[in-house]
């Protein structure tokens, strides 16, 4: 059967879809491959807000003539994922599509009342997919599929289908078929691709989805891939691209176990050995006290040539983040001294933050910058505006507390203006933060040319109807005059 995957991205683009595969994203590929191994054919769309809907869906329906649209979204990709699935209606009445991704398995009851919606995937996709294809293929409507609400096309009746356990052993999985990105991508400098690790995050936070997917299933939710999977999978992604220099190991926090992290380091530098040129990798991690002072594992990642990572602090007042973010414990002084440790051995990191939590005040925000300053982030800080994703329990909290401004419904202001109504820390207040925190964390430690820079960069993306207006205009004159 002929079966298109669409993903959608909120941001325009000046080039192609993608900048690097490093932004290839993991969901909807392992959809995508199973279903190509299934014997099925398969073909990827990604949609952005410039593209022509009607007339591209209508060209892929009439030459393509596939039986299944698989759709994915995060909250942030609703609005643009509803113009698609209606989209594909208005034209093939009869077509199925399935939805599926956090937001749908968190908000399913919302979600299949959808017009355009046939399937609601909960929870993990990849064996409810095939399923779906299976029976659709062979001409049955569909049902009794684990992991899928599915609405009846005849009675409307909803039928609200198991959720399996979680997947225990991620090496069953297949390795991402990365060939269908490559029309989308633009940029291959730097030759950055990204791997998956494992799947599930061992913290609750509260702002974070983790906490409500782990509830969807039962089975271990935090879970990694082998070695010897990642190396594999590494090997081939060579073969496919020698030029490979930099391969980023997704996982939520590579510190959730740390025997295994350090089996996975050690098996990462005996490969680095046979390569005439090392990879270098980067990872997330979360700090805690097993990671703290934690000279061994530095020296670890230092060997494996694993020089980068990411960390959270996202708020830098302890009260904040233990009472409204449920935040890993430690100290300030805990995390200033794990940036030093890293810079005495000379791996980099990026460092977290969040701006306009519930219940945070200036003064908050003001310890925030103080030991994010104190921390000096070797490659950067990444900082956004805070949104309350529906499903979490950040979200709840706002709705009781009567915080969220009206325009809370609409993903538009998402991560760049706040739509909460905090006493003492007005929106403008909020932005104006998200705009000046180069200048505030590196004033006095980074040149000025560097600061200034980065803060137009700033407030360009803090108005997102400027940065949509640019775009747009030089599309238009792209069109013009190529």
């Known amino acids: 059967m002929n079966i298109v995957c669409v993903y959608s991205i909120t941001t325009y683009s000046l080039k192609k879809e993608l900048y690097s595969p490093g932004d290839i994203p993991f969901g909807i590929s392992f959809v995508a491959t199973v279903l190509k191994k299934a014997g099925h054919t398969v073909k990827l769309v990604v949609i952005t807000p410039t593209t022509p809907l009607h007339e591209k869906l209508s060209t892929l329906i009439e030459d393509f003539k ?15 994922i509803k113009k698609v699935g209606k989209t594909i209606k208005q034209i093939a009445p009869s077509m199925y599509v399935a939805l599926g991704g956090a937001h749908p398995t968190l908000n399913p009851a919302e979600v299949i009342n959808y017009d355009f919606t046939d399937a609601v995937c909960v929870g993990e996709g990849e064996r409810a997919a095939v399923e779906l294809a299976r029976q659709l293929e062979f001409g049955r409507v569909p049902g009794g599929i684990s992991n899928l609400w599915i609405k009846n096309p005849f009675s409307g009746h909803i039928e609200r289908n198991k959720v ?7 090496d069953d999985l297949p390795f991402i078929d990365r060939e269908m990105w490559e029309p989308f991508i633009s940029n291959k400098k730097g030759k950055i691709y990204t791997v998956l690790a494992g799947r599930g995050c061992p913290n609750r936070c509260t702002y974070c989805s983790n906490h409500a997917l782990a509830r969807i299933s039962s089975g271990r939710y935090v879970r990694f891939r082998s070695p010897d999977s990642i190396i594999a999978e590494i090997k081939e992604l060579l073969a496919f691209d020698p030029n490979v220099e930099i391969v980023f190991l997704e996982t939520e926090t590579l ?4 025997k295994y992290t350090y089996h996975l ?14 990879l270098e990798f980067g990872t997330n991690v979360a700090l805690t006290t097993q990671i703290q002072d934690n000279r061994n594992l530095l020296q670890a990642f230092k060997d494996a040539n694993l020089l980068f990572f990411r960390i959270g602090l996202e708020s830098g007042s302890e009260k904040v983040r233990r009472e409204v973010l449920n935040r890993p414990r430690y100290y300030n002084k805990d995390l200033i001294e794990f940036c030093r440790l890293s810079r005495e051995f000379d791996v980099k990191y990026t460092i977290n933050i969040l701006i306009g939590l519930p219940g945070e005040t200036r003064a908050d925000f003001q310890e925030t910058i103080d030991v994010t300053r104190q921390c000096q982030p070797t490659f950067g800080v990444a900082a956004s505006i805070f949104f309350p994703y ?3 329990k950040l979200h ?3 709705r009781q507390q009567h915080l969220l401004q009206s325009r809370a419904g609409t993903t538009f202001f998402e991560r760049t203006s706040t739509v909460l109504n905090l006493p003492g820390f007005s929106p403008w207040q909020v932005k104006k933060e998200l705009i000046l925190i180069y200048y ?7 040149p000025w040319p560097d600061i200034a820079s980065k803060t137009l960069r700033a407030t360009v993306e803090a108005f997102p109807w400027i940065k ?7 599309h238009v004159g792209y069109a013009l005059f190529r």
Request: hydrophobic share 35%.
């Open 164 to 170: 399996r356990p979680f997947r225990d052993d991620l």
């Open 265 to 278: 380091l050690e098996r990462l530098t005996e490969f680095n050995r046979s390569l005439e040129k090392p």
């Open 66 to 80: 596939p039986g299944l649209f698989c759709l994915t979204a995060v909250s942030s990709q609703i609005p643009i």
């Open 396 to 398: 709840t909290v706002c």
């Open 255 to 258: 510190g959730a176990n740390l």
């Open 440 to 446: 505030k964390v590196y004033k006095g430690y980074k």
């Open 468 to 474: 949509r207006w640019i775009s747009k205009v030089i």
């Open 390 to 392: 529906p499903g979490t």
